[in-house]
Structures are given as C-alpha cells and as structure tokens.
C-alpha cells in the first residue's frame, strides 16, 4: 500500500459508556494536563483508561515517556484489548519513530479496528496505522494537549467526529482562504511536514500520493527549514501525482507571510488547488481531519468536505 491509493476502512463511532485507552507513543505527559483531558472525556459519558508507561519518563532519555518497548507495548495492548474502542495519544513530541518498528503487527491487524487520534509526532503512527492496517485514522487534539483541554471548539469537534461524524463532513474555518483554486478529489493523507520528510525511505511510510489530497502542517520550522522539508518531499517523490493540499497551521515557524512565501514557493507550482490556514494542527484552536477517507477539496470556497462519515 502506498500513500493514499484508495479509501481505507472505517472504524464503528463510540457511544455512551465506550472504553478509550490513553497512551503515550512519544513523550512523557504533564501529569495535570492528562488529569484535565481524562475529565474532558468522562463528560462524553466515556471510560478512559491510562496505558502503564504513560505517566512515565525514560530514565536515561528524558524526552521519552518510557522505553521504546514499554511505550510499544502499551500501545499494542490497549489496540488489542476487546474492551477498548478507541485509542487515544495523550501528547506528541518525538519518540514515535524509535518504537513504530517494535509493535506487534501481526497482532494488531488480528484486533478489530478502533480509532486512533493523535497529531504532530503521531504523524509516523498514523502513516504505518494507514500501509499496515489499511485504517483510517483521525489527525486530531491529543488528550493532554493545551487545545484540548482549553478549547471547547477543539473538544466539540474531535466529539462529534467520534460520536456523530456525519455532522462535520464538511471542513472550514474563520481563517481558510485559497492559495491556488480549482477543486479536487482524493483520500486524505499527510500530517506533521517534517515527519513526512524524516519518515521517507522507512518501512512503515507511503511512498506516492496516488491522486490523494495532501493534508500539511507544523510546528517549529522556521522558513529555511520548512524549505528543506519540503524539498525533500518533493524530490523523494512522495508528492508524484498529489490531487490537492490543504494546509494548517505553522505555529512557531516565523511570520505567516514568510512561511506563506516558502508554502506557495515549494507547493504553489505543482498545479494543484491548495487551501491554506484550514486550523488544524498546532494551533490554539484544532480541527479533527480524517486520514484515508474520500473527500473533495474545494479551494475557491477553502473547504474539504468527506463524501462519508469519518467512522461508521
């Protein structure tokens, strides 16, 4: 499997008294944050139950929340525990890339699917979730994360993409404007720029677009290195044959209108509609963006609308 060469399968949504188990792939959880985002989710009338090492701290590395094989093996056990329904990152980070590699495949794809959330750093689980399994997977808030936790617009939309996905098959924000219109289709694909670009040439990454809508974003990269992200994709190839990108936020990356200029500088030239500021990703405010799902880019009205729910 590649990239984002057709719709991949849906998960059941969640109901009222649905376990979800909350891990830790990456780094280590701000004890308080998680405690808020746990609360979060019993108002949904949800179960959450801690992973064993996600409260934990690598006692050599630091900015791991545990070994790679414990964080592996929380992640494998919660997937393939009949109990759980979803499966939920408490943060990103770094540290997905160390243990991808280490989970139990065989073993995951025997567990029925269930869905998985998670953004930044999750970018590597979500790409090898996708060539592995052959699941859609959700782009969306962590259960620690400050928007969250803070934001009832971030909650509200991660919430009815779980519980009622046919309320928000349409994607749109204050803030989404037209970089390059026109209008395409394709499955969704993408994530974290960087980790796309470091995930290149790795077992578990897509390889080609395959007429997928790219869906981009980051944090951190000041426009030279956006730049060299970027470029890599390009010349790696894993942009050959892109329908359309959509684009997040860039939080931390410089001013927008510089960043803007490297966006439309490595991207504007394929001859793709592109929508840029859509308000997912590292932003106070975050949108859920469903990953390997059919969807429609309309980037004169700056909206991406699924042509079926997120889960089933």
Do not use: N
């Amino acid at each position: 499997m590649t990239g984002a060469p057709r719709p991949l399968e849906r998960p059941r949504r969640l109901v009222a008294g649905d376990r979800v188990a909350v891990v830790a792939p990456s780094g280590p959880v701000d004890p308080d944050r998680l405690a808020a985002g746990l609360d979060v989710l019993r108002g949904w009338d949800l179960d959450p139950v801690v992973a064993p090492h996600a409260l934990g701290r690598d006692a050599v590395l630091g900015y791991l929340a545990a070994d790679d094989a414990a964080r592996a093996a929380d992640l494998t056990g919660a997937w393939c525990d009949p109990s759980v329904a979803a499966v939920l990152c408490a943060r990103g980070g770094y540290g997905a890339q160390r243990m991808v590699d280490l989970l139990d495949w065989r073993a995951l794809a025997a567990a029925p699917a269930k869905a998985f959330v998670g953004f930044s750093d999750v970018t590597v689980l979500h790409e090898a979730f996708a060539r592995r399994l052959g699941l859609v997977t959700y782009y969306g808030p962590v259960a620690a994360g400050l928007a969250f936790t803070k934001d009832e617009p971030t909650r509200d939309h991660l919430r009815r993409t779980l519980f009622a996905p046919e309320t928000v098959q349409t994607l749109a924000s204050a803030t989404a404007a037209t970089m390059v219109g026109g209008r395409a289709c394709g499955v969704t694909f993408g994530g974290c720029a960087s980790m796309l670009a470091a995930e290149v040439g790795t077992p578990h990454a897509g390889t080609r677009a395959d007429g997928g809508i790219l869906v981009l974003e980051d944090v951190g990269e000041p426009p030279y290195r956006l730049d060299r992200v970027l470029t890599q994709l390009l010349r790696s190839g894993r942009l050959d044959s892109v329908a359309g990108i959509v684009l997040g936020s860039w939080r931390d990356c410089g001013p927008y209108d510089r960043v803007r200029e490297v966006l439309r500088d490595r991207l504007g030239g394929l001859g793709v509609p592109v929508i840029e500021e859509l308000g997912f990703g590292h932003g106070d405010s975050s949108l859920t963006v469903p990953l390997g799902l059919p969807a429609e880019l309309d980037a004169d009205a700056a909206t991406l609308t699924f042509r079926i729910p997120a889960l089933r």
